[in-house]
């Protein structure tokens, strides 16, 4: 199952957000373990150290870049902006050029499982074309660790994005 491009949203204040929808066959509380719990977050995307609370960071070391030809990026503090489990999740990732991606995550039940609604602030020369390849290959990793399977292959992105 691969994750749908994004929807393109303009804020009240005008700022441009990039959301996509995915829905799991899976409880919400597995879902909102897959995203915030550092072993399972190191399945798809990387994993954290530190002291989470809101207002405070985590050390986050991206992984997932690997299984795309990359490497292991150096440690980012991660902002924790909000967190209301197992429902809300809105955090900061620092961006070169002193720039920060905001990153909301709200999973809700829908039927016996759980859908999650995965949205980025999309900052000054950044759009939604930029990073809604990694975004989709990401979530469908997501997706791929929660079911037990294979890990997609990033070359099915890449050249779509």
């Not at 070391?61 to 150096?74: F, I, K, Q, R, S």
């Not at 902002?79 to 070169?96: G, M, S």
Request: glycine share 10%; charged share 25%; hydrophobic share 40%.
């Amino acid at each position: 199952m691969s994750t749908p491009p994004a929807e393109i949203r303009t804020e009240p204040d005008g700022a441009t957000t990039a959301v996509w929808r995915r829905e799991y066959p899976d409880p919400v509380e597995d879902v909102w373990a897959a995203i915030t719990k550092s072993e399972r977050l190191g399945r798809w995307i990387g994993t954290w150290t530190g002291e989470p609370r809101v207002g405070g960071t985590v050390s986050f070391t991206l992984t997932g870049e690997v299984d795309a030809g990359g490497e292991v990026d150096e440690p980012a503090d991660v902002r924790i902006h909000a967190c209301a489990p197992p429902r809300h999740l809105a955090v900061e990732f620092p961006a070169p050029e002193n720039r920060s991606w905001l990153i909301d995550l709200t999973v809700e039940p829908h039927g016996a499982g759980a859908v999650l609604v995965f949205a980025q602030r999309l900052v000054d020369g950044i759009r939604a074309e930029d990073v809604d390849a990694g975004w989709r290959w990401y979530l469908d990793r997501l997706g791929a660790s929660l079911a037990g399977t294979p890990m997609p292959d990033w070359s099915a992105y890449e050249s779509a994005g």
